[in-house]
């Protein structure tokens, strides 16, 4: 059974940064594409990066390119996210979610973790 845990979240001022961590276990994640979501009170869900777990290549929504890295370490089943000059608007539930290679949607989710930007 595929388990996705994150952890990492928290308070920060604006132009602070986080990493948070996704700690998958339950299968070979070897076919399987690894993003960030986030979703802010109010507003629908949004991608945030994706990364292919076999050959390591992301994906970055506009709105974080340049201050936001998505990796994955193989040997320990973890996806990390680099969060640097964070924003008040990038307050949001952050979630790691694990998608089959070649399949849109994305099958399996963790709980979230809250992170919050004072301005």
């Known amino acids: 059974q595929v388990q996705l845990v994150e952890s990492g979240g928290g308070l920060v001022q604006t132009g602070g940064s986080l990493r948070l961590s996704c700690a998958a276990s339950?299968?070979?994640?070897?076919?399987?594409?690894m993003g960030w979501f986030r979703q802010a009170p109010g507003k629908e869900r949004e991608f945030v990066a994706t990364?292919?777990?076999?050959?390591?290549?992301?994906r970055y929504a506009d709105s974080v390119k340049g201050r936001f890295t998505i990796s994955r370490d193989i040997a320990k089943n973890m996806v990390y996210l680099q969060m640097n000059s964070l924003k008040p608007e990038d307050t949001a539930v952050y979630s790691c979610?694990?998608?089959?290679?070649?399949?849109?949607?994305?099958?399996?989710w963790g709980q979230g973790t809250q992170v919050t930007v004072s301005s």
């Open positions: 990364i292919s777990w076999s050959d390591g290549r992301t």
């Open positions: 339950g299968r070979t994640f070897s076919s399987y594409g």
């Open positions: 979610a694990a998608r089959r290679t070649g399949e849109t949607s994305y099958a399996y």
